[in-house]
């Protein structure tokens, strides 16, 4: 009868997955929980860089639209070439956010995958390990001093060209100062849940966390009779 009873015990026996260098913390902590841990974080720096990214390929799109048309049915030339010369700039944005989109995205659906087909509980942990790394390193990357860097220079170039090419100074300074604290914004508002969630995960520290309530923000073409320009809104969601 003893062992009738251990039996049942001994099948509900923890599993236990090496850890890396650097994870140390979590080597005694079950496998069932790491893997929790580990989809629950991947699932949500892949829904805030979606959103992050969703909301800046609107922008950039509705930016682009903006100074195509501005370009395109404007009499002046002089106003032609600096709405070319802006619709390239959001062009750009565009393009880099399609080309080089956060890699948590990605990963997540790995991820997911790969629990679908039931692969092994140690590799699995271990790929998650890898991916939440490599999201974490994304992240940072996204907020670097040579992001920001960039973001000046590709700016100046732009104003570059429109004062020394076509001579519009004081469209050429507009268009570098705009440019640029648009895309400071894009990298101030970029998300950093996998860097959290490694910090986390490197700590031992596998307790769930509620959602902390969402922001959201927009930056939209303006258009009338006094002239143009973009108009930024924030909006916040209470939860009570």
Not at 88 to 94: A, D, I, K, P, Y
Not at 99 to 123: H, N, T, Y
Not at 169 to 185: K, M, N, P, R, Y
Request: hydrophobic letters at 50%; glycine letters at 8%.
């Amino acid at each position: 009868m003893l062992l009738a009873l251990l039996v049942p015990i001994a099948a509900r026996a923890q599993t236990r997955c090496p850890a890396p260098r650097g994870m140390e913390a979590v080597a005694t902590v079950d496998a069932e929980e790491r893997l929790r841990f580990l989809d629950a974080a991947l699932k949500h720096a892949s829904k805030q860089s979606a959103a992050w990214a969703w909301s800046w390929v609107g922008i950039y799109s509705a930016l682009a639209t903006y100074n195509i048309l501005w370009a395109t049915v404007n009499a002046d030339q002089d106003k032609r070439i600096d709405g070319a010369v802006g619709a390239f700039g959001s062009l750009v944005g565009l393009a880099v956010i399609a080309v080089l989109p956060p890699k948590a995205i990605g990963d997540e659906w790995k991820f997911s995958r790969m629990r679908r087909q039931k692969v092994e509980i140690c590799a699995l942990i271990a790929e998650g390990e890898k991916m939440l790394v490599r999201d974490a390193d994304g992240e940072e990357f996204g907020h670097s001093a040579l992001v920001h860097a960039g973001n000046i220079a590709f700016n100046a170039v732009l104003g570059g060209v429109l004062a020394g090419v076509f001579h519009h100074t004081d469209q050429a300074a507009i268009t570098a100062l705009v440019g640029t604290a648009i895309g400071e914004i894009q990298t101030l508002t970029c998300p950093s849940p996998a860097s959290k969630s490694l910090e986390r995960y490197r700590s031992g520290d596998l307790a769930p966390v509620a959602e902390k309530p969402a922001r959201a923000f927009g930056l939209v073409p303006r258009v009338s009779r006094e002239g143009h320009g973009t108009t930024l809104s924030l909006g916040f969601t209470l939860a009570f």
